[in-house]
Antibody, heavy 120, light 110 residues
């Protein structure tokens, strides 16, 4: 069955980096992009960016919301997409989701979410 | 502050109709299709409407969507207890060159 399985919860100190994985199965990984979305406690969903699974091209949006702190990569040998966020602050505490689809696509498959806590 | 505007809450008794609005601009809803997601806290979001009005396989027929100009709406016809969730609209924004979400509408079944 088609699914995205993410890595487990993580706790980081301010200033550190976190890397979340998203392993795809049940479909041709390179046929679909992966988008990353996060939800801070009590807040709505926030689009972060997307990565083409075949070539690794990324798009983060013009707003520079994450000011160069965000790296999205794709490993076709393991059908896994990665999201790395650096220089963490408490405002980065959130559940991070990967979802199948990019740009104008509807996100039809979602990972289970990874809770990242940033605390000293 | 979300780019797309949704009411924070909506409610109804079982069997009633509930409509959720989503307001945007010409650079997002006005130029691109709208998708709707159902999110029960503690679970992953689920796509319930894509391309403004299309329903994915497995989504009950009571869910429908529409779009006009720079606004869209999601209607649940015949509300059921399992429909209690947060609902988010989403679209691509040509000006921002990124995806945008609404702030979410919490639907309560009374």
């Amino acid at each position: 069955q088609i699914q995205l399985v993410q890595s487990g919860p993580d706790v980081k100190k301010p200033g550190a980096s976190v890397k979340v994985s998203c392993k795809a199965s049940g479909y041709y990984f390179t046929d679909h992009s992966i988008t990353w979305v996060r939800q801070a406690p009590g807040q709505g969903l926030e689009w972060m960016g997307w990565v083409r699974s075949n070539y690794g091209n990324t798009r983060f949006g013009l707003g520079q919301r994450f000011q160069g702190r965000l790296t999205l990569t794709s490993d076709t040998s393991t059908n896994t997409s990665y999201m790395e966020l650096s220089s963490l602050t408490s405002e980065d505490t959130a559940v991070y989701y990967c979802a199948r689809g990019g740009a104008w696509d509807a996100f039809d498959v979602w990972g289970q979410g990874t809770f990242v806590t940033v605390s000293s | 502050q979300s780019v797309l505007t949704q009411p924070p809450s909506a409610s109804g008794t079982p069997g009633q109709w509930v409509t959720i609005s989503c307001s945007g601009t010409k650079s997002n809803i006005g130029s691109n299709t709208v998708n709707w997601y159902q999110h029960v806290p503690g679970t992953s979001p689920k796509l319930v409407i894509y391309a403004n009005a299309e329903r994915p396989s497995g989504v009950p027929e009571r869910f429908s969507g529409s779009k006009s100009g720079t606004s869209a709406s999601l209607t649940i016809r015949g509300l059921q207890s399992e429909d209690e969730a947060d609902y988010f609209c989403a679209a691509w924004d040509d000006s921002l060159q990124g995806g945008v979400f609404g702030g979410g509408t919490k639907v309560t079944v009374l």
